[in-house]
């Protein structure tokens, strides 16, 4: 056992010097990616009266979870997490849902517009929200919807926020699923086509079931991608109780003093459903990525 073990170490590539230098150069990368989280751990365990005595770059003498429970309770964050819900489900379905629509015609369907169809709603993606943000904000304030928001109009309601992402985001995932979709077997439609099965049941029952990867990867992204979403709840949504968790935090801001500590632990409680989103469909988000990846 001892010759095979040292017949196997003279085997062994010796360590390069390029080697060290890569994990290096990761560890490095990891470390400066992971520092801005572990010093707002610190901050938002540590009470602001320390941190201001001895500042921030020292040792605490005291840490707590009362910045935590002061966060949760001050910012109503249980109100607004249940605002953010009723926005962020509904998008990220609505998008998979219509999405996969179209990425199943233009993959298995040839016509002569096929690609630019595709590129229509691919192009949605590569126009900055800034430039349409003056012409659909005085769009949302004409369409009415009495009965239907509690606002009356498109505007400060979280179906305008919910057709906004929807609109935004359908386009990268028509990418992606025709490109996915392109993989599977034409036999498979084919053969359901000859045994007389429809349209809607090529796509639901056959094609649909089989990019499961895909749109657990997709819906990993899309939940991150809506719950964090500022800027268009900020346009869009002017009554405080409309708004996502992302302006909770503004709750926590004073009119002449803000607690750096208390808003750190704020922020920390806001990014735990991320979190549990990605670990519960990691397996999936990962075999979703590589899907493909060995096919020619």
Known sequence: MSASTAALSKQRAPVRPTRILLHLFLAGAALAWFAPLLWAILAALRPYGETSTKGYVSWPDKLSLDNFTNAFQQSDMLHYFGTTLL??????????????????????????????LLLVFTAGNL???????????????????????????????????????VAFQSGFCAFVLSNYMRTLPHELTEAALVDGA??????????LPLCRPAM???????????????????VLISTGENMPITSALNNLSGQYFTDPNLIAAGALLTAIPTLIVYFVLQRQFVSGLTLGANKG
């Not at 962020?88 to 096929?114: E, G, K």
């Not at 657990?216 to 900020?234: E, G, Q």
């Open 87 to 116: 926005i962020a489900v509904p998008a990220v379905l609505l998008t998979l849902f219509l999405s996969s629509m179209v990425a199943f015609y233009v993959s298995r369907f040839d016509f002569r517009l096929n690609l630019a």
């Open 127 to 165: 126009l900055p929200q800034q430039v349409i943000i003056t012409p659909l904000y005085r769009l949302y304030l004409l369409i009415d919807l009495p009965g239907i928001t509690m606002s009356g109009k498109l505007y400060d309601s979280a179906l305008g926020l919910v057709l906004i992402h």
């Open 198 to 207: 429809s349209v809607w049941r090529q796509y639901w029952q056959i094609v």
């Open 216 to 234: 657990a990867a997709l819906a990993t992204l899309l939940s991150i991608w809506i719950y964090n979403d500022f800027f268009w709840a900020i």
